[in-house]
């Protein structure tokens, strides 16, 4: 059987962005035997961020910690009528959440619509769209990418293969993350739409 990465030794992920374009594998299993959750590693095979969910499948709050469990964000479910959205609230020192949320992310609403795409509102002001992202899923496919409001791709997430070209399965993903961006942001923008498609 392909192994996920090759070199599972856990290392602590001290920085958020990167001066050069990133590349991550992303398992969508938690570590934690009978857990939910997903688990990435970095090129050399470190993990540097996972998710565990010891409650139920699809849980209306998740927690994206480091390789140590220290909390970087908390991930909530908030329902509003017929339609929700999730809310990400960055954590500092593990311990201290921030009292508004840093960003807010809707499905597509257009009924009958095979869009598979959602909507990012950083620091939650609608009314500047200059701090809008976009999820961009493909249905059928795991892959998605997350762009800025100018359409700029900030990260793109494929299915991983192995160096034969034989594809790992629909949980096992590369995510390459473009240079200067916050790689746990973009690590939370990922759980919440794994949540928001029922694959967490």
Not at 37 to 42: P, Q, R
Not at 85 to 112: H, T, Y
Not at 118 to 142: A, H, M, P, T, W
Request: proline content about 2%.
């Amino acid at each position: 059987m392909a192994k996920i990465h090759p070199h599972p030794t856990a290392e602590t992920c001290s920085d958020q962005s990167s001066s050069g374009r990133e590349t991550f594998t992303v398992w969508m299993k938690s570590l934690v035997f009978h857990g939910n959750g997903c688990t990435v590693f970095n090129s050399k095979g470190h993990v540097v961020f996972r998710v565990d969910n010891y409650q139920q499948r699809c849980s209306r709050k998740v927690l994206l910690m480091d390789s140590t469990g220290n909390v970087l964000f908390s991930l909530n479910r908030k329902k509003l009528g017929m339609f929700g959205c999730w809310e990400g609230f960055k954590w500092i020192d593990s311990d201290v959440r921030m009292k508004r949320p840093l960003f807010q992310v809707r499905r597509n609403r257009a009924i009958l619509s095979r869009d598979n795409s959602c909507q990012v509102i950083l620091g939650c002001d609608k009314l500047n769209r200059k701090n809008d992202y976009k999820i961009i899923g493909f249905e059928g496919k795991s892959s998605l990418k997350i762009t800025d409001f100018s359409g700029k791709v900030l990260a793109e997430a494929t299915q991983k293969q192995s160096s034969e070209g034989v594809g790992l399965g629909d949980d096992v993903l590369t995510l390459m993350v473009e240079a200067n961006v916050d790689q746990s942001l973009i690590m939370a923008l990922v759980t919440v739409y794994g949540l928001i498609n029922n694959k967490l």
